[in-house]
């Protein structure tokens, strides 16, 4: 299985940073050349729009030749590391890479609360009984948004964010969405984010390839070529997503009581990139235990070795990324993941190193 490392000369974190320096906003990070054309020619408005999970691979197993999401497809670029929606769609949003943002995983080691903390969500991820005191996003990975430096640099630019319902003032179907840029494109200047969840809700159910799968990418893709057919003209549509995933088999950790014993707290991260935090003096048991468990299927690094990797990036390093990375950080390499809890609820995943888990699409349409 081939394995891809983030290309920070040409990520998602470049899309962002491109359309930062287009409006006047220095970022230290490299632009792409093809979106710097486009903007180069000035459109009235612009739309970045990211489809969670449409990875390059979602659209070629899923969509025929004449698809416009493989014909408007200019570039293949690599989502950041981990690949997955917490630190992929942060870098989106904040211009920065994981090491800075310090968004790393759907669950991360809160110390404060001594919980491993669902992010999106402000609950512990083994027990969501456990209250926490305070919102640990809003506490300790709080950053400034692209949208807010865009709008001070350009205070008559008209700046929209554009969510999901789970938002105040977000919206229920990806149409309504599409609705309502075809509207801002019928006013003034205008730079628009629009998120929305699938196709990654749907394949973590369904796997990369199934026929109810298929019928969601041509349901997506024909709202698409509604927005660009609508849009008034001098509309720049470009349209990302933040990983592709891969169907994985689990490996249950649950029931490995010599592994567990080595731990002084369960894991957290991601199943495919996941930190493990060991007891005083159990690192060699730790990690004779992990190899007859895993194998050649995981990367197992220390968290020295895992930074010099640079795979979060680099820049300003943010203060509590040694505690979210642990003692150890387990990066999947094929297509198993480890199992958290004792139900699996997925048949496919992301957050590893494979081609498709990282390899992104780089859809630009510029209605002049």
Known sequence: MKTVYPNYQNSILNVSATILKHYGVTSPYDSIQLLENELNMNPKHVMLVLLDGLGVNIIKNNTSKDSIFRTLMKAEITSVFPPTTVAATTSVISGLPPFSHGHIGWTQYNKKDDSNTVVFMNEDFYDKT???KENFQRRD??????????????PNLHVYEVFPSFRDNGFDTFKAQVDHLINVSKG????SYCYWVEPDKTIHETGTKDPQLTKL?????????RLITNVAKDTLIVLIADHGLVDVKPININNEQTLLETLRRMPSVEPRACAFYLKDGMHEAFKNEF???FKKNFILLTRKEFLETKLLGDGVKHPL????????????????????KEVNQFKAHHAGLLKDEMMV??????QS
């Not at 003034?188 to 730079?191: H, N």
Request: positive net charge.
């Open 217 to 225: 990418i041509g349901q997506l893709e024909k709202e698409v070529k």
């Open 321 to 340: 990324l040694n505690e979210f990375i642990g003692d150890y950080m387990a990066i999947a390499k094929s297509n198993y993941m480890i199992q958290l």
């Open 361 to 366: 699409p780089l859809i630009m349409h510029h």
């Open 188 to 191: 003034k200047a205008s730079f």
């Open 291 to 293: 190899k007859r468990l």
């Open 141 to 154: 990975l709080s950053y400034e948004t692209i949208f807010t430096k865009i709008k001070r640099a350009n």
């Open 130 to 132: 456990k209250v926490l």
